[in-house]
């Protein structure tokens, strides 16, 4: 079920000062505030320490651009657009607290620091939600941000995510993100399919490690696509997998 259906409209709030001000805080504003770059740097830090994939400036940012460019080519409006920009940009910020339940954490960094920002408070709260429904783990998006979100995120995977320096000691997420050399997301805006199209060297992985850690990554990634009235499809090597 949508949020829409779901739910009725609240009465008409209040104003407060916070809501007066209705400063459009925008992604370019987000993406150079000095406190959230610092967590951002921690989290990625504390992810490399640990042994995970990037999760740091780049990821962000491209996850950052591609739900906001999701949502764009489907027609959406502009202000959800950016919405669904800076949850992208944010959705893993959490990891500077620890990796368990970050998608939690990461909603209440958010929060904090784009009320500092003067943020509309029902664009902060579709931001939490959006954010705390990234991770297949537990998630369960049903806004357009959200979806856009989890879309994104799960698209970004790219050799340059590894870190391992020693093919020896790649894990599976490291062989897989390693061999992946092009990975695009195509959004055909007639049609309103969304394809995830991976180039992978299959001489460093098989397909069948791909589908080990990422079927339910797809099937999230379906499942998001249908709150977007769209389908959602993966093409390997230029095979339809999906
Ligand atoms: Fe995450
Ligand atoms: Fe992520």
Known sequence: MTLAKATRRMPEAAPTPQNAENVPVTLEVVERDAELLAY?????????????????????????????NILRRLGYDERVAEVAAIAGFLHDIGNCVS???????????????????????????????AVG?????????????????????????????????????????????????RSFLRVDSDTRLLTLELDVDTSETQIIDYFEIFLERMQLCRRAATVLDARFSLVINGTKLL
């Open 40 to 68: 951002l740097q921690m989290g990625d830090d504390y992810l490399g320490a640990i042994g995970y994939t990037e999760h740091g400036m780049r990821h962000a940012n491209l996850t950052a651009h591609i739900a906001g």
């Open 99 to 129: 990796r368990a339940d970050h998608w939690i954490s990461s909603a209440f960094i958010a929060q904090g620091a784009l009320l500092r920002l003067g943020m509309d408070f029902a664009d902060v709260a579709m931001i939490m939600n």
């Open 133 to 181: 429904n990234h991770e297949e783990d537990a998630s369960d998006p049903s806004t357009a941000a959200a979806a856009a979100v989890v879309i994104a995120d799960k698209a970004d995977v790219h050799q340059s995510r590894v870190r391992t320096l020693d093919p020896v000691d790649f894990d599976i997420h490291d062989r897989v993100n390693h061999a992946a050399k």
